[in-house]
T-cell receptor, first 115, second 112 residues
Framework: GAVVSQHPSWVICKSGTSVKIECRSLDFQATTMFWYRQFPKQSLMLMAT?????????EQGVEKDKFLINHASLTLSTLTVTSAHPEDSSFYIC???????????FGPGTRLTVT | AQSVSQHNHHVILSEAASLELGCNYSYGGTVNLFWYVQYPGQHLQLLLKYFSGDPLVKGIKGFEAEFIKSKFSFNLRKPSVQWSDTAEYFCAVDAGFQKLVFGTGTRLLVSP
């Protein structure tokens, strides 16, 4: 099946700094990628939809200036958490959509800890 | 807004027991429904999906799910579980444009 990678798999940063997370579709082109957030023992919550070559669409309640999303190519989307705070600590998961079979493939996730 | 409910948060079964995990969604229109599995330390993987047609959907690894429109349900079943089925299972509904709304997940532990 299709493979989606995320980098880094985990990151620790200090409060006030910015962190960039990469999501890549390794063997297919994805015009659409999605970013989710998962809190401990909770479900995945969609943060935003990332479309190649256009601005991301954010879900209600997600600060677009805090969570910057860039989808510069058909295989790469990045999520930058700006001025991170401890409450941003979470597990961030991306998925990439294969338009041919209308299926999303998920990355392994990135655990962010803000100290 | 669409929502998904999974009633069983933790399920413990012995090997060879039958499994049924409940999933109910709230959405009155046409729905696309999914079950995903997350094995320990791994990423989410698609078990099966329903878009239209036969309401009984067969997926990978012997799993199946039945879409019952009148009950807004999409329960996951497996006749005989194995130890390797130990994982977390998520039901999801497509809220439009492939935006998935997930249930809270069910942790399944299968004892050998």
């Amino acid at each position: 099946g299709a493979v989606v990678s995320q980098h880094p798999s985990w990151v620790i940063c200090k409060s006030g700094t910015s962190v960039k997370i990469e999501c890549r579709s390794l063997d297919f082109q994805a015009t659409t990628m999605f970013w989710y957030r998962q809190f401990p023992k909770q479900s995945l919550m969609l943060m935003a939809t990332s479309n190649e070559g256009s601005k991301a669409t954010y879900e209600q309640g997600v600060e677009k200036d805090k969570f910057l999303i860039n989808h510069a190519s058909l295989t790469l989307s990045t999520l930058t958490v700006t001025s991170a705070h401890p409450e941003d600590s979470s597990f961030y998961i991306c998925s990439a959509s294969d338009q041919d079979n209308y299926e999303q493939y998920f990355g392994p996730g990135t655990r962010l800890t803000v100290t | 807004a669409q929502s998904v409910s999974q009633h069983n948060h933790h399920v413990i079964l012995s090997e060879a027991a039958s499994l049924e995990l409940g999933c109910n969604y709230s959405y009155g229109g046409t729905v696309n429904l999914f079950w995903y599995v997350q094995y320990p330390g791994q990423h989410l993987q698609l078990l099966l999906k329903y878009f239209s047609g036969d309401p009984l959907v067969k997926g990978i690894k012997g799993f199946e799910a039945e879409f019952i429109k009148s009950k807004f349900s999409f329960n996951l079943r497996k006749p005989s579980v194995q130890w390797s089925d130990t994982a977390e299972y998520f039901c999801a509904v497509d809220a439009g444009f492939q935006k998935l709304v997930f249930g809270t997940g069910t942790r399944l532990l299968v004892s050998p």
